[in-house]
């Protein structure tokens, strides 16, 4: 604890801390927090995991006073991540009380205008902060702190003009933190426009790479699923992450996982607000030990202890790979990130192995006992129908969407 209070914290954060149980700051913690407690602007790049909601949340907490309006904003790009962050920040001012207030998009909207008006700090996603603003039902003209979490990930989902739009109406003397996994070309025009002398800092990834192991198989069209209910069923113990590429192959996946006697979970933006929070409450307290994914869940999402990663499908932009990976292998524990490969995947495959400092071995295929892939007749024509489990040819995505307003 004495870590802590040499950062500046103060006593009442810190007896929250204490309650946490929290014995070192993490890398992020110790370089970011006092440069946010002497009120300067600051771009951190920062994975998922290493401790940045309490980076940005002591000073948050220190400065803000209770029935003073609106004085702090944290934008994020997921409603997940929007939960998480404030349920820790609640949590941290446990002994100096705020009224901390989440806005998202899947929820009803009035609800959110009442606890808005009494909001010390609010986070939220930008397409529902946005809606609030139209209405008038929220002023940021008080907002002396902003934060923006994730946000090459908010950048990369389409809102970033969303994002300045809600700068805008903040006012120009504030601090302003940036937080993020990768600094890239939009976060550093960002960076560059709407803050004042930036300090930059970074934190090695969480990941332990000395923990993480990496394979890959190299399959047949038709083989690929019974892999991985081979897998699976061999290593039965662990929490384990299994993404693909699109909601409908999610839903597919996890329902034959089902019918093999799998217990598996299904999560991706398509589910209501409700459905996502009962899934990711089912899996953090292990009821059961794999969750189908899409990359909605691949950032922000504090889900400890994930022992195995499967990508089912290898994700079309490469740095998505390492924030997939990201979530196994940390705080010393082992972890193993799986691979399958058709024919389908290896552009997506060799794009991984071009971009990143990765080293994934080959795996040679166990014999495995064919299993039946049962296809709903509406997708069969991405899954190459039937039970083939072929390549995707000829299917349209459509115009690309928003999917957190």
């Not at 009442?12 to 602007?41: N, R, T, Y």
């Not at 504030?174 to 939009?186: E, G, H, K, Y």
Request: include cysteine.
């Amino acid at each position: 604890m004495e870590n802590f209070k040499k950062l500046g914290i103060i006593e009442p954060i810190l007896q929250a801390i204490k309650e946490k149980s929290f014995e070192e700051p993490s890398e992020i913690q110790i370089k970011s927090i006092p440069l946010v407690l002497e009120g300067k602007d600051v771009v951190a790049g920062s994975a998922t995991g290493s401790g940045k909601t309490l980076a940005f949340g002591a000073g948050l907490i220190q400065y803000c006073t209770r029935g003073k309006g609106i004085q702090a904003l944290v934008l994020t790009p997921t409603r997940e991540l929007a939960e998480q962050i404030t349920t820790n920040l609640v949590f941290f001012s446990k002994f100096k009380p705020l009224n901390v207030v989440q806005v998202y998009g899947g929820v009803s909207i009035n609800p959110q205008m009442n606890r808005l008006r009494t909001a010390d700090i609010v986070v939220g996603t930008p397409g529902r902060i946005l809606d609030h603003l139209e209405r008038n039902t929220v002023n940021f003209s008080k907002v002396k702190m902003l934060v923006l979490d994730e946000a090459d990930r908010m950048f990369d989902m389409g809102f970033k003009d969303d994002v300045v739009k809600i700068i805008s109406q903040c006012q120009k003397e504030r601090q302003t933190l940036l937080f993020s996994a990768t600094i890239n070309q939009d976060v550093i025009k960002i960076g560059q426009k709407y803050m004042k002398n930036p300090v930059k800092i970074s934190a090695e990834t969480y990941v332990d790479p000395s923990k993480l192991t990496q394979v890959y198989y190299d399959l047949d069209n038709g083989i690929k699923f019974s892999l991985l209910v081979h897998l699976l069923k061999e290593e039965k113990k662990g929490t384990v992450m299994v993404f693909c590429n699109s909601r409908r192959e999610v839903d597919v996946v996890a329902m034959n996982l089902k019918e093999q006697g799998v217990d598996a979970l299904a999560i991706h933006g398509g589910f209501t607000q409700e459905r996502r929070n009962k899934v990711i409450e089912q899996f953090q307290t292990e009821e059961v030990h794999v969750l189908v994914c899409t990359d909605v869940a691949a950032r922000g999402l504090d889900i400890p202890g994930v022992s195995h990663i499967y990508n089912y499908d290898i994700p079309k932009e490469s740095k998505q790979y390492i924030h997939r990976i990201g979530r196994t292998a940390r705080a010393g524990k082992e972890g193993k990130a799986i691979n399958l490969l058709t024919n389908r995947d290896h552009d997506n495959f060799s794009r991984v192995l071009r971009d990143n400092d990765v080293n994934i071995t080959k795996e040679e295929k166990p014999y495995i006992k064919r299993v039946q892939l049962k296809i709903p007749p509406r997708t069969q024509r991405r899954f190459g129908g039937g039970n083939r489990g072929g390549p995707r040819r000829g299917f349209s995505r459509g115009p690309k969407r928003r999917h957190h307003r």
